[in-house]
């Protein structure tokens, strides 16, 4: 049975921890609230960059001339850069280690975030470059993350792009996806042309980069909010835990303290009945 002494020294760990969780949780409380409006705010561009892609899908992808059809896929990995977020990376990685095993050649790989990188190092998978972002992404980033795509379309070393990422449905759901950056379907046309200023070709030149920048930086967004989401939740989950149980193990040194006490005021008093019947 636990002594008093070994209770308490349970409980400074328990309070310890539990003053950490608290720090952490208000720490990833803050950057959820910073990355939730900006992603509510982008999300609106996002949304009308998505429609304008999806209506001339063709123009948009001759901004990417791919020279070698016969290349590997590029398949791009967000992760986060922390642990402390339950399964996050987790089921992203167990999704993206299924993809692997699939029979394809040799895919080329970017990894951007530190829990992936770590991943791909420790079972000594190839990958050709890796980007560690910031807590809250910068649009740079993405602006950084195309160029080194345009790149390896024009140089013939791939022939598409996917981006193996956890969707933000909610708060507390994250669904780890592959979505392709680029589809080479047919344009899905308007029922009436609109009017281009100059022409045609000028607008969608003009605009490709911007629509395919809003199209990698909403995802990065989406990684970054899933990640905060969850370490936010995880670190609530632990404080909660070390509060309920700072409390049995004080309840319980109470208890036998207060036995303790009883024992010793049994024991007395019955040194004292000794005592007057001699």
Same mark, same amino acid.
């Not at 509510?40 to 899908?57: G, I, L, N, P, V």
């Not at 190839?126 to 980033?141: A, G, M, Q, V, W």
């Not at 345009?150 to 598409?160: F, L, Q």
């Given at each position: 049975?636990?002594?008093?002494?070994?209770?308490?020294?349970?409980?400074?760990?328990?309070?310890?921890?539990?003053?950490?969780?608290?720090?952490?949780?208000?720490?990833?409380?803050?950057?959820?609230?910073?990355?939730?409006?900006?992603?509510?705010?982008?999300?609106?561009?996002?949304?009308?960059?998505?429609?304008?892609?999806?209506?001339?899908?063709?123009?948009?992808?001759?901004?990417?001339?791919?020279?070698?059809?016969?290349?590997?896929?590029?398949?791009?990995?967000?992760?986060? +850069?922390?642990?402390?977020?339950?399964?996050?990376?987790?089921? =992203?990685? $167990? &999704?993206? @280690?299924?993809?692997?095993?699939?029979? #394809?050649?040799?895919?080329?790989?970017?990894?951007?975030?530190?829990?992936?990188?770590?991943?791909?190092?420790?079972?000594?998978?190839?990958?050709?470059?890796?980007?560690?972002?910031?807590?809250?992404?910068?649009?740079?980033?993405?602006?950084?993350?195309?160029?080194?795509?345009?790149?390896?379309?024009?140089?013939?070393?791939?022939?598409?792009?996917?981006?193996?990422?956890?969707?933000?449905? +909610?708060?507390?759901?994250?669904?780890?996806?592959?979505?392709? =950056?680029? $589809? &080479?379907? @047919?344009?899905?046309?308007?029922?009436? #042309?609109?009017?281009?200023?100059?022409?045609?070709?000028?607008?969608?030149?003009?605009?490709?980069?911007?629509?395919?920048?809003?199209?990698?930086?909403?995802?990065?967004?989406?990684?970054?909010?899933?990640?905060?989401?969850?370490?936010?939740?995880?670190?609530?989950?632990?404080?909660?835990?070390?509060?309920?149980?700072?409390?049995?193990?004080?309840?319980?040194?109470?208890?036998?303290?207060?036995?303790?006490?009883?024992?010793?005021?049994?024991?007395?008093?019955?040194?004292?009945?000794?005592?007057?019947?001699?």
């Amino acid at each position: 049975m636990p002594t008093i002494q070994n209770l308490k020294k349970k409980l400074q760990v328990i309070l310890s921890t539990k003053k950490l969780t608290q720090a952490m949780k208000t720490a990833s409380t803050v950057k959820y609230s910073k990355l939730s409006a900006l992603y509510s705010d982008y999300e609106k561009y996002a949304e009308q960059c998505d429609r304008m892609y999806h209506y001339y899908r063709k123009d948009f992808n001759s901004f990417f001339s791919v020279s070698n059809p016969e290349a590997p896929s590029l398949y791009i990995v967000l992760t986060s +850069n922390k642990g402390m977020c339950g399964s996050f990376n987790t089921e =992203l990685i $167990s &999704f993206f @280690e299924n993809i692997l095993r699939e029979p #394809e050649s040799e895919p080329v790989i970017i990894c951007c975030g530190k829990k992936g990188k770590d991943y791909l190092d420790g079972k000594k998978i190839r990958y050709d470059k890796s980007y560690i972002f910031s807590d809250i992404p910068l649009y740079s980033d993405a602006c950084a993350l195309l160029e080194d795509i345009r790149a390896m379309t024009e140089s013939g070393k791939i022939s598409s792009v996917k981006i193996v990422y956890p969707r933000y449905q +909610n708060m507390m759901k994250q669904k780890p996806v592959c979505d392709g =950056l680029f $589809s &080479f379907g @047919e344009d899905t046309a308007e029922s009436e #042309e609109p009017l281009f200023v100059p022409d045609r070709q000028t607008v969608m030149v003009n605009t490709a980069e911007k629509i395919l920048i809003s199209i990698l930086y909403k995802k990065i967004l989406e990684t970054a909010l899933g990640a905060q989401a969850a370490t936010l939740t995880t670190m609530r989950s632990a404080y909660d835990t070390a509060c309920e149980y700072s409390i049995q193990l004080e309840t319980e040194i109470n208890r036998k303290r207060q036995s303790q006490v009883t024992a010793d005021v049994l024991e007395v008093s019955a040194d004292y009945s000794k005592k007057g019947e001699v």
